[in-house]
C-alpha cells in the first residue's frame, strides 16, 4: 500500500467526566441493529461531521484480500463468499445469523482508490466469538488492527465514486479540528493507517440506509 497523505489535525481527546456528557449525542444506532447483532464500539468524540471511535477487539470473518479497479465488483464478490460462510458453508457446517456491519478494509495501490485490494468481513457472532468454524475460502481474524477510527457516515447506495467523496470530506473535516479550541486536545500525527468502509443494510433495502467511511489511527 502506498504512503497515504498526512494532515496535521488535533485530535480532540476529551476528560472521562465529558466523554460521559457526550456518550448519547454521536450518530444514531442503525435501524438495523436493532434485529442484527451489531460489532460495539465506544464514542470518544463526537462531532457535527464525523466522530472518533474505540473498538474492542472482537473476531470477524475475513475473505482473502481481492485486487479489483471496482469497490463495488470486489465487494459483490466477497460478500457472496462470506455468505455462503454463514449459511453452512464451513468446516462445521453451522449455520449464523447475519450481523453488520459489512466491513471492508480497502488497500489502495495509489492515492486514490482505483486499482485497490479489498478485504471483506462479517462481525462474528457473540456464539462464535471463541471458536469461530474454518473454512477454506473465509478465515477468522481479530480486528480492529488499530486503536481508533474517525468515522463520517452518510447514505444512499455505496459505490466507488461515493467512497471516495466521502473519505476526502472526512479527512477535510479532521483537518479542519485543528481550530476548534474549545476542547482539550493532543497533536496526532495524521498519519492514517487504514481506509475502510461499512454498510448496514442488504442490497435490497432502498429506505434508511447507513454508510461509513472510517480512517483508522493508534
Given amino acids: ?59 470477524w470473518v475475513a475473505t482473502p484480500p481481492i485486487s479489483s479497479s471496482s469497490y463495488t465488483y470486489a465487494v459483490s464478490i466477497g460478500f457472496k463468499m462470506l455468505f455462503a460462510y454463514i449459511r453452512g458453508n464451513n468446516d462445521a457446517a453451522v449455520k449464523m445469523n447475519m450481523t453488520a456491519p459489512v466491513l471492508v478494509n480497502i488497500h489502495p495501490r495509489t492515492e486514490h482508490l482505483q486499482n485497490s485490494t479489498y478485504v471483506v468481513h ?13 473454512s477454506a475460502e473465509a478465515q477468522p481474524v481479530e480486528l480492529p488492527q488499530h486503536k481508533y477510527a474517525a468515522v463520517r457516515r452518510f447514505g444512499g447506495f455505496m459505490d466507488d465514486s461515493n467512497i471516495s467523496v466521502q473519505l476526502s470530506a472526512l479527512k477535510k473535516s479532521l ?44
Fill in 1 to 59: 500500500m502506498g504512503q497515504m497523505k498526512k494532515f496535521g489535525f488535533v485530535l480532540l481527546v476529551l476528560s472521562a467526566s465529558v466523554v460521559e456528557q457526550i456518550e448519547g449525542k454521536g450518530y444514531e444506532k442503525p435501524l438495523n441493529c436493532g434485529h442484527l447483532e451489531c460489532a460495539p464500539y465506544t464514542l470518544i468524540h463526537s462531532h457535527p461531521e464525523f466522530e472518533i471511535r474505540s473498538y474492542s477487539k472482537a473476531t
Fill in 122 to 134: 462479517f462481525y462474528m457472532p457473540q456464539k462464535f466469538q471463541r471458536n469461530p468454524p474454518l
Fill in 175 to 218: 483537518k479542519g479540528t485543528g481550530r476548534d479550541k474549545s476542547s482539550a486536545s493532543i497533536q496526532h500525527s495524521g498519519r492514517f493507517l487504514l481506509y475502510s468502509a461499512a454498510g448496514y443494510n442488504s442490497p435490497f433495502e432502498h429506505e434508511n440506509r447507513v454508510n461509513e467511511v472510517m480512517l483508522w489511527f493508534d
